[in-house]
């Protein structure tokens, strides 16, 4: 069992975006949406969303954080997708009709993970057919209904609703 950890780092590749997270994940999920796919290359995306607030990016180069806000995504919700101009490393995906709150690649954290496990799968009908469920994750094919709690890591329920 992991302790819950109140600070965690993470950067992009090369080290020219850093990130600092303190506090605890809102929720955690895995991505197989095809938007996601496109935008980060791979065949699914492991994500961490947290308060805006409990995060802060720094860059150096400053003008080194780019971002690109992706209208294409099933939800209907325009996506701002952050990432390094440099070496092209995802950091971070906020949705802009839902503010407060920025979902991070996993992948671009250090450290252990364990409380990082994703709770639920989202967009499941476009998940590789190779893949199997991820043990115990609740699997939606699109996304999750109206008025889904996320699940919280380490919890049953969260009290973070996905709608805005
Ligand atoms: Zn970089
Ligand atoms: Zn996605």
């Known amino acids: ?3 819950s950890t109140n600070e965690r ?32 290359g791979s065949t699914v ?43 092209g490393s995802r950091v971070r995906n906020a949705s802009l009709s839902f503010p407060g709150s920025v979902a991070l690649p996993t992948g671009i954290l250090d450290g252990d993970k364990e409380d990082l496990k994703p709770k639920y799968e989202l967009f499941c009908a476009s998940r590789e057919n190779w893949m199997a469920d991820v043990p115990g994750t609740e699997q939606f094919a699109t996304m999750p209904p109206p008025g889904f709690q996320a699940p ?13």
């Open 1 to 3: 069992m992991a302790t």
């Open 9 to 40: 780092t993470g950067s992009c590749l090369c080290g020219a975006i850093q990130v600092r997270i303190t506090g605890e994940p809102i929720f955690t999920n895995l991505c197989h949406c095809t938007s996601c796919k496109k935008a980060s």
């Open 45 to 87: 995306v492991s994500i961490a969303a947290y308060r805006s607030e409990d995060v802060t990016y720094t860059a150096n180069p400053p003008d080194a954080l780019k971002t690109y806000n992706d209208g294409s995504p099933e939800s209907g919700r325009v996506l701002e997708r952050a990432f390094c101009g440099i070496c």
């Open 152 to 164: 919280k890591p380490g919890e049953k329920q969260g009290t973070w609703s996905l709608e805005s």
